[in-house]
């Protein structure tokens, strides 16, 4: 059974200092809905440069550890893309292990396949109750937890977008590696801790690292000052909690 609703897209308008008014449309989506715990909502608003990124979000406690997925693009979380390039010539639907997509999630999830890594696949996919469309612009995701929260947390988001490069990552860099070039810059990692006992206050996600160019281990770089156009996708991610 899918737990998740779809609803209708949502109008933002803020005032900026200059008193300028912006009007931002925001998709909107629940996830989890059928769970008794905590509502995270995550709004996430597009920047300049964003194009189609695949999205996880996870919840991890205090340190950092993982506990539960939130959200995850279905294409990554089933296994499945929609559009995968076949041997015919013909983009058809089928099954492909995209391991530089969204490698620091995926380890953290620490799920092991028939194959051996930590992707998820159409045998061991990630339930549909955490899974969808990657949204095309800004959205508000709700996500209620499978258990109530109680005390601090962090709150975690991966994105990766292909075709990124810039003039650190470029597409002679790994040659040999087929996976760097599904990638180009890599995966980011954005955090944020809250305190659940907190109710509304906005919390704001940074960046705090770039996933394994690759995604052959589940390693978290910190060094930022080769990442460029990859750190515009997003222009501000918050965070609410509600009881």
């Known amino acids: 059974m899918k737990t998740k609703i779809i609803l209708a897209a949502l109008l933002i308008i803020t005032t900026g200092i200059s008193g300028k008014t912006k009007k931002t449309l925001f998709s909107e989506e629940n ?41 995850v693009s279905e294409t990554i979380g ?44 159409p045998k061991q996919p990630v339930i549909d109750a955490y ?21 601090k947390y962090k709150i975690m988001l991966e994105l990766n977008q292909t075709w990124d490069w810039n003039e650190f990552w470029t597409n002679d860099m790994y040659p040999t590696e087929k996976e760097y070039r599904t990638s180009c810059q890599p995966a980011l990692v954005y955090s944020v801790d809250i305190d659940s006992n907190i109710s509304e206050n906005e919390y704001f996600m940074k960046p705090i690292g770039h996933s394994h160019y690759s995604g052959a281990d589940g390693s978290l770089n910190p060094d930022l000052s080769t990442i460029t156009t990859a750190l515009q996708i997003a222009k501000k991610i918050i965070v609410k909690i509600s009881k």
């Open 31 to 71: 996830y989890g809905i059928n769970n008794t715990g905590t509502t995270v909502t995550i709004q996430f608003e597009q920047g300049k440069e964003h194009n189609h990124p695949l999205f996880a979000i996870w919840l991890a406690d205090e340190k950092g550890n993982y506990i539960q997925t939130l959200y």
């Open 78 to 121: 089933k296994g499945v893309f929609k559009r995968a390039s076949r041997k015919t010539g013909q983009w058809l639907a089928g099954e492909i292990q995209r391991p530089a997509a969204l490698p620091y999630w995926a380890h953290q999830r620490n799920v092991k396949n028939e194959y051996g890594n930590y992707l998820p696949t």
């Open 131 to 151: 899974t969808g469309a990657t949204p095309l612009a800004s959205f508000i995701l709700h996500a209620k937890t499978e258990k109530p929260l109680n005390g």
